[in-house]
């Protein structure tokens, strides 16, 4: 069952500019999480939103969330030829089953120096 | 160092050699998972646990056993692999439960002949 989904499918930048990714679910959810995975390596969580919550930031990551949407946006702002990678949002389904996290089908970003 | 560990990192084997890829874990973490990821399906839940001896299917079982006798440990069986089980898997545990940060083992690139 996938439950997220993220847009767009790839998206190439230079180096500097920001890069925006966006995630759409399906169903209510207690949280987001967000993870990057560089090229055949294990992803690395980035971040995570409650349900509560509207904005968060990390660094250089800023996270949104509109529950009434079904959506969340993951911003990189002055991005750098390092974050080259795939990045994922992930979702834990209101009153899903006790272990599924549900990965969406990532967003490859190129950040050309 | 923290961290998740799989082995074997590569294996090609041919159809019907039942194998075990090893996944361990040193942080004491009680939820462990394993996922396979597939180009344009993303990451997709094999299999979880939430606890020793506690073990519960994800979004794709067929084909594939765990077990969970130690708290550290969560091998992933395939007892009769097919072609259609050739994939990158991934291991991953948390503190508690699946809402906690995943710590993603280094990824098992499976080829079955």
């Known amino acids: 069952s996938q439950q997220g989904e993220e847009d767009p499918q790839a998206l190439s930048i230079q180096e500097g500019e920001n890069a925006t990714m966006n995630c759409s679910y399906k169903?209510?959810?207690?949280?987001l999480q967000w993870y990057r995975q560089n090229s055949g390596r294990g992803l690395v969580h980035l971040i995570l939103?409650?349900?509560?919550?509207r904005e968060k930031h990390s660094g250089r990551l800023r996270v949104t969330l509109d529950t009434s949407k079904k959506s969340s946006s993951l911003l990189i702002t002055a991005s750098r030829a390092a974050d080259t990678a795939s990045y994922f949002c992930?979702?834990?389904?209101?009153?899903?089953?006790?272990?599924?996290?549900?990965f969406g089908k990532g967003t490859k970003l190129s950040v050309k120096p | 160092e923290a961290q998740v560990t799989q082995n074997p990192r590569y294996l090609i084997t041919v159809t019907g050699k039942k194998l075990t890829v090893t996944c361990s874990q040193n942080?004491?973490?009680?939820?462990m998972s394993w996922y396979r990821q597939d180009p344009g399906l993303g990451l997709r839940q094999i299999y979880y646990?939430?606890?020793?001896?506690?073990?519960d299917k994800g979004d794709v079982p067929e084909g594939y056993k765990v077990s969970r006798k130690e708290k550290r440990n969560f091998p992933l069986i395939l007892e009769s692999p097919s072609p259609n089980q050739t994939s990158l898997y991934f291991c991953?545990?948390?503190?508690?439960?699946?809402?906690?940060?995943?710590?993603f083992g280094p990824g098992t690139r499976l080829t079955v002949l």
């Open positions: 991953a545990s948390s503190f508690k439960h699946r809402t906690d940060t995943q710590y």
């Open positions: 646990s939430m606890n020793v001896e506690v073990t």
């Open positions: 939103i409650r349900s509560n919550e």
């Open positions: 942080m004491n973490h009680e939820y």
């Open positions: 169903t209510s959810i207690n949280n």
């Open positions: 992930a979702t834990d389904p209101y009153g899903g089953s006790q272990g599924n996290l549900i």
